[in-house]
Nanobody
């Protein structure tokens, strides 16, 4: 069993910042990629940012330059710093984890709401 616990979501005004955290625990043998996805009402879940164990990162075009993903491998924790938030960033944000044997795990989601 692997558990992903997210925190840091909330309500923020446009232009503001938030920091999401996700800590993984349980039977984790070898984490490869950790990342964040989001799902807005009526839309499909989409990639926000990912980070591999080796340090490579990938961002959606819509957030590149505004969001920063980082991770602490010793703590099995990934972070998402979100700056210059826009109304369209409003969504439920999900933490994701993929092991080296391609097992995928998801967090329960944390709501981020950006108001005008």
């Amino acid at each position: 069993q692997v558990q992903l616990v997210e925190s840091g979501g909330g309500l923020v005004q446009a232009g503001g910042s938030l920091r999401l955290s996700c800590a993984a625990s349980g039977s984790i043998f070898s984490i490869n990629t950790m990342g964040w996805y989001r799902q807005a009402p009526g839309k499909q879940r989409e990639l926000v940012a990912t980070s591999t164990r080796g340090g490579s990162t990938n961002y959606a075009d819509s957030v590149r330059g505004r969001f920063t993903i980082s991770r602490d491998n010793a703590k099995n924790t990934v972070y998402l710093r979100m700056d210059s938030l826009k109304l369209e960033d409003t969504a439920v944000y999900y933490c994701s984890l993929r092991t080296v044997v391609l097992n995928d795990y998801w967090g329960q989601g944390t709501q981020v709401t950006v108001s005008s």
